[in-house]
């Protein structure tokens, strides 16, 4: 069932001075998983990012590496586009603004707003002088009163600002104030959260000024075709690839689809620092050159650290590439949605981190899932159960609102919520003692049903967070790797007879010992304790060495005990095991087998045993643990 309306949303296109920090991951996986949100809710979605390379900054940042611009911007703009691929993004479109489909768009949108009267029938474009306080960072002319004193800073970039005086084109925005105010006011164009549409409207009110749309000591960007010695501004220029990508230099098919057509909706997703282009620029230049105007800014805030803002100039940045190394894609993109409440600022921390790490996913959720299969597994044959009765544990649809309406921290705390309730019923009806009673089978059925259900569910609707783990838990379950719909938010989609794959490890635990992230923090793991798991430290006490079995015969008197003598390389030690029903004793010679060396020696049946062979109980019957590969004998295994 999927909707005639189009959905369109955009990242800011990101600037190549330097490679991505995580403030940009973070709003890249935030676009991400919300299109993946909508498109589990059937929409036609598309997602567009990419990069913006003009500009006096890149070209001198280019200049000082020694680096022609143009081989500079390539360089750059193939680190996001890894970084996205790491990361799991999987955008429609990546645009760079030195693509030439762009530039033509550019100059095609130029050139209509050059023919363009404002409301009040005067000319949109006029030629101007303009001095101001430019940041050549921000590459924006700033307001007195956006200056920090002394010195002329830019409050942004904490350096100075040079006074600037240029003749050039002007953009007739003052003209556009009643028609921005109504867009806002009547919800045409819709700001989120609500502080950002009041800022917005707080602008507006104080009146708005014409702002100059090109710039003439900038080479590094696209000539303005009246005086080729000028470029286009690079904000005109940036904010022009949300149409430019999708081929509207040639009224291209994706532009028609996604922008042009009825029932489009046009959203940016955008930080706070560039409301003002986004809200009231952008709209304006739209409106001006009869091209529809966006419908909805999603305005986010920022990740600090120890409260300031993380970014290339401070130097204080947190590199996303060395998480995603790391951790993997998926609890990366789960601690940026979850951690922070969207739209405000949060503090990312590495102790909050692998916190987060090894309570809700590699407990809370790791443990649900193998719990839930393993019982199958073991109890049913790895085959589903009969369908039984549902127990509700959660709505998808609240799930799928929360999504919407970008509270991610709220969306993946209503499925921790049912994580934990799976859990909880698991502990409370003890489906091991129910497998001891033939009597009970329909009940452990009907549990088990409802349990592997509710991990498909809970799997299904937290994978435009995690869209790599979900796949996972799919194939743990058998289903086949594709899209998710609509269709399959129902409950009972799983076949009951069908068999579950291999049971796959989720989420190992982050050791603090073996982790570096883990061990910079100083207070200790924010992870409540769990009883039943434990600490690399204690399973390094256990030693285990291949061993090669060299003769094995029957303990006198047992049916299940045999005596093996093992050679561990060093040594040779003699060994009882409890596999007798399994394994004839002659099958056993020649096989490399795992044991636990450190064993203390105990007597079986009068016979001594120097060590235990390890093997897996299935309905009683012994088998063992052996070698994919040749071993030497005594190697150790970890
Ligand atoms: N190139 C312009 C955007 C042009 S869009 C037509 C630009 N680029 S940027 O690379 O400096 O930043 C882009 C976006 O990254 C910001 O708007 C914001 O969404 C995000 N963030 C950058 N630093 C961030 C944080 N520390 N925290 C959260 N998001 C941050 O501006």
């Not at 867009?183 to 009041?198: H, K, M, T, Y």
């Not at 282009?277 to 800014?297: K, M």
């Not at 990312?348 to 443990?367: E, H, I, M």
């Not at 998710?484 to 796959?504: C, K, N, Q, V």
Request: with cysteine.
């Amino acid at each position: 069932m999927t909707e005639r309306r189009t959905w369109l949303l955009t990242t800011p296109i990101y600037y190549v001075n330097d490679v991505p920090h995580v403030g940009h991951a973070y709003t890249t996986i935030a676009a991400d998983t919300l299109t993946r949100a909508r498109r589990l809710q059937g929409k036609d979605a598309f997602l567009l990012t990419g990069t913006d390379e003009h500009g006096q900054n890149i070209e001198r940042i280019a200049r000082e590496k020694g680096v022609p611009t143009q081989q500079y911007c390539d360089q750059i703009a193939a680190v996001f586009r890894q970084l996205w691929d790491r990361l799991d993004i999987r955008y429609d479109r990546f645009i760079r603004t030195t693509e030439e489909l762009h530039v033509r768009g550019v100059l095609k949108l130029w050139d209509r707003l050059t023919r363009a009267k404002c409301p009040d029938g005067r000319d949109a474009i006029y030629k101007g002088t303009y001095g101001g306080w430019y940041c050549p960072r921000c590459e924006a002319f700033k307001d007195e009163d956006e200056l920090r004193q002394p010195g002329n800073l830019c409050s942004i970039h904490e350096r100075p600002c040079e006074w600037t005086e240029e003749e050039n084109f002007f953009f007739r925005l003052s003209a556009y104030e009643a028609w921005l105010r109504d867009e806002i006011v009547s919800g045409r164009l819709r700001i989120d959260p609500d502080a950002r549409r009041n800022e917005v409207l707080g602008i507006i009110d104080q009146g708005l000024k014409d702002f100059s749309v090109s710039r003439a000591r900038v080479k590094w960007g696209i000539p303005v075709p009246q005086r080729p010695d000028h470029v286009l501004y690079v904000w005109f220029d940036a904010l022009s690839n949300y149409i430019t990508a999708l081929g509207y230099a040639d009224d291209g098919a994706l532009y028609k689809k996604y922008w042009a057509s009825d029932g489009a909706e046009r959203c940016h997703l955008i930080g706070k620092d560039i409301l003002r282009f986004h809200c009231l620029y952008w709209p304006a230049l739209l409106q001006a050159a009869g091209v529809p105007p966006p419908n909805r800014e999603y305005v986010q805030g920022w990740i600090t650290k120890e409260g300031k803002k993380l970014s290339k100039t401070t130097g204080n940045v947190i590199d996303p590439q060395a998480l995603v190394e790391r951790y993997g894609p998926d609890p990366v993109r789960y601690f940026l949605l979850r951690e922070g409440t969207y739209g405000q600022d949060w503090d990312f921390t590495d102790q909050a981190f692998v916190g987060r790490y090894n309570s809700d996913l590699a407990n809370d959720l790791g443990n649900l899932v193998s719990r839930a299969l393993t019982m199958v597994q073991r109890y049913r044959d790895g085959r589903v159960p009969p369908r039984g009765a549902r127990v509700d544990v959660f709505e998808p649809v609240k799930v799928l609102a929360s999504y919407e309406a970008l509270d991610f921290a709220g969306a993946l705390s209503l499925l921790w919520a049912a994580v934990s309730k799976l859990n909880q019923r698991i502990v409370a009806h003890a489906p091991w003692e129910m497998a001891k009673d033939p009597e009970k089978a329909p009940q452990l059925d009907s549990l088990l049903y409802d349990l592997l259900e509710g991990v498909r569910l809970i799997s299904l609707l937290v994978r435009p967070v995690m869209p790599g783990a979900a796949e996972r838990i799919f194939r743990m379950l058998g289903l086949p790797a594709r899209e998710p719909g609509p269709d399959d938010l129902a409950w009972g989609r799983l076949e009951p007879g069908s068999a579950l794959g291999a049971i796959e490890p989720l989420f190992p635990r982050i050791e603090k010992a073996a982790d570096p992230a883990a061990k910079e923090t100083t207070v200790s793991d924010t992870s409540p304790p769990v009883p039943d798991r434990i600490d690399i430290a204690d399973f390094a006490k256990v030693e285990l060495r291949a061993a090669l079995v060299t003769a094995a015969e029957k303990v006198e008197g047992s049916k299940k005990l045999v005596k093996l003598q093992v050679d561990l390389g060093t040594e040779k030690r003699q060994v009882v095991a409890g596999i007798a029903e399994s394994h004839a004793p002659e099958t056993l010679v020649g096989k490399k087998v795992v044991l636990v060396a450190n064993l203390k020696p105990a007597k079986l049946m009068g016979v001594e045993s120097n060590g235990m062979v390890l093997a897996a109980s299935i309905d009683g019957k012994a088998v063992l643990c052996t070698f994919d590969g040749d071993v030497p004998p005594g190697a150790k295994v970890k």
